[in-house]
């Protein structure tokens, strides 16, 4: 099944979807879709015979601080009988990054939902277990969003917990930032 | 005697325990010996490599993904390079596209005899795990022989390998082709007709084809439950769509049939090895031919200027990559893996995700041990081959 039959039978099951094509380099058909949509794409994703999307490979998001929309969660889907991959993604702002869970089309993605909440951040509307996975529950912060400390160079201080202002904080994020450039 | 009392008991096996292979902490809900809930309870060993990753540089990045798996390093390291590659647009010469498959199944061998050998010895077949280890120890000699690094040699570079192959390579795999399809019938003299191993895993953690498609299982575990699925097959990558192999499934889904599945895979791995083997010429090309990624070779470092700048930028800074994201899916012993990542154009990744079948493995967990007995959860747990790095990253 090539990209665009694959998009005209997914905008013919969903019909008021929009959906935006992306280049790719890889296996994968990409798309952009509004995260209104996600609850209605997964189910017709997953049922239509046309499409078949059973198989959920992965979930999981990006941080694209500072950019906005700061967020985007991504799906990676199979299609075992059509032989198909296809790359799902959402972006979502960071004062509102919440996106309706998946969990009741693909059980898989229950822990995957839970992981990205966990690191990220990010609100599964509906969830059937909103618990952090990975990190210990009294966790504070999202490890894996890009303003999230790293390499902080100070005398390791082994009572109490690593300290530092929020603007020590951003200047560090900002300093790692232009180091990439 | 009406008025006996009954409630369930609540046990907590592990993180320390040796049947969960590392650190899986399971809650447990027991009505005597029946299992009525499992609550798996994972994150003990996670380390946060996906977040060090984008700290490093590129190439950089390699050691850290072949330490999330310890059984499947070369395939790790492949898939991530694969990505990359992806991005950049590489086309790595032919000989390294049969020098890593080649390595790819040796690492598949590999893994499935440590999971051999762990899983019977947890069922008491302990003679299986001295014989499985005994033809592991050839393996690893063999990754010594090319790298000098036993369980990790980050052997796979971006771009092809780290050098070429040593004098001795070819007689070596060679004399392990050889050796093993006898040791691989002793295995199964001990195991596939032992009445005693049969009554421990037969019937035991069952998982229907379509819940194995809705969790998500890939691998020996899906294809025990009768998904025909193999990325080598389906999405063919490297030119495996070359080499005559089968797939070999079952349709129980049970413990006997993930074990019969990966003892048949041991076997079509062996066939791949042989085909391919003789593909590979003992001198050729390791790498591309690009200035950007691979350093020169050192005799040309030590006397001309060029090469020394060159050497000197490739390990100082690094390659960009374009801005992009890639996902090159691969068939790992574990079933399809591979790194999701993100570049933003420079030296370093941006994120890089990796795809860990022993995460969706362990969430499945509950559904294929609730009802059985706890001691069935032993031979469940070994059976699955959960590597806790993986699962935890």
């Known amino acids: ?181 | 005697m009406p008025d006996i009392r009954t409630e369930t008991m609540t046990v907590n096996m592990g993180p320390q325990h040796p049947s969960t292979h590392g650190v899986l902490r399971l809650v447990l809900e027991l009505d005597g010996e029946t299992v009525r809930s499992v609550a798996p309870t994972i994150g003990y060993l996670h380390t946060g490599i996906e977040k060090t990753a984008e700290q490093k540089k590129w190439q950089q990045v390699i050691p850290l993904v072949e330490r999330m798996d310890y059984l499947s390093a070369q395939s790790n390291s492949m898939a991530f390079c694969l990505s990359v590659e992806k991005l950049l647009g590489l086309e790595v010469p032919e000989r390294v596209r049969w020098i890593r498959i080649l390595l790819a199944e040796l690492q598949r061998i590999n893994s499935h005899l440590v999971w051999l050998g762990t899983h019977g010895m947890e069922l008491g077949a302990v003679s299986v795990m001295l014989y499985c280890f005994r033809e592991r120890e050839l393996l690893l000699n063999i990754n010594e022989l090319i790298a000098g690094f036993r369980m990790f040699p980050s052997f796979m570079r971006v771009g092809g390998l780290r050098e070429d192959l040593p004098r001795g390579f070819h007689d070596a795999v060679r004399a392990f082709l050889d050796r093993f399809p006898q040791k691989l019938d002793e295995y199964e003299d001990l195991l596939t007709r032992n009445r005693i191993y049969i009554d421990r895993t037969r019937g035991v953690g069952r998982i229907s084809k379509e819940d194995a498609i809705a969790f998500s299982l890939v691998g020996p575990i899906a294809r025990a439950a009768g998904v025909d699925y193999d990325v080598r097959k389906v999405f063919p990558y490297l030119g495996y769509d070359a080499i005559d192999f089968a797939v070999p499934t079952r349709t129980e889904g049970d413990v006997y049939a993930r074990y019969l599945v990966r003892v048949a895979e041991m076997r079509e791995s062996l066939k791949i090895c042989r085909q391919v083997l003789e593909r590979i010429t003992p001198m050729g090309a390791w790498a591309v031919a690009d200035p950007r990624i691979t350093p020169p070779p050192k005799d040309r470092v030590y006397t001309e200027m060029e090469a020394l700048i060159q050497h000197f930028l490739i390990y100082s800074q690094g390659f960009t990559v374009p801005a992009g994201e890639a996902y090159v899916p691969v068939e790992g012993p574990r079933g399809e893996h591979g790194f999701s990542i993100t570049s933003d154009g420079t030296n370093r990744p941006w994120r890089v995700k990796s795809r860990a079948p022993s995460l969706l493995a362990c969430q499945a967990l509950a559904k294929m041990t609730v009802g059985g007995l706890i001691a069935d959860l032993i031979a469940v747990i070994g059976s699955v081959d959960v590597v806790m790095g993986d699962v935890d990253r």
Request: no cysteine; aromatic share 8%.
């Open chain 1, 1 to 181: 099944m090539d990209p665009t039959a694959l998009i005209q039978a997914l905008q013919a099951a969903v019909p008021g979807a929009r959906l935006d094509r992306a280049p790719t380099v890889d296996l994968q058909t990409t798309l952009y879709a509004s995260r209104d949509d996600v609850p209605a794409l997964a189910r017709a994703l997953r049922d239509r015979p046309e499409l078949r999307f059973a198989f959920l490979a992965e979930l999981t998001a990006v941080d694209l601080y500072p950019r906005e929309p700061r967020f985007e969660v991504v799906y990676l889907l199979v299609s075992l009988e059509h032989r198909v991959r296809l790359r799902l993604k959402v972006a979502l702002h960071a004062g509102d990054a919440m996106v309706h869970t998946v969990s009741d089309v693909w059980p898989a993605a229950n822990w995957l939902e839970r992981e990205v909440w966990d690191l990220f951040g990010i609100v599964f509307d509906g969830h059937p277990d909103p618990r952090r996975l990975l990190m210990p529950e009294d966790w504070e912060g999202f490890p894996l969003r890009k303003d999230y400390p790293v390499q902080i160079r100070m005398t390791p201080r082994t009572t109490e917990a690593l300290q530092m202002t929020a603007e020590e904080f951003r200047a560090n994020v900002e300093k790692d930032r232009l180091s990439r450039r």
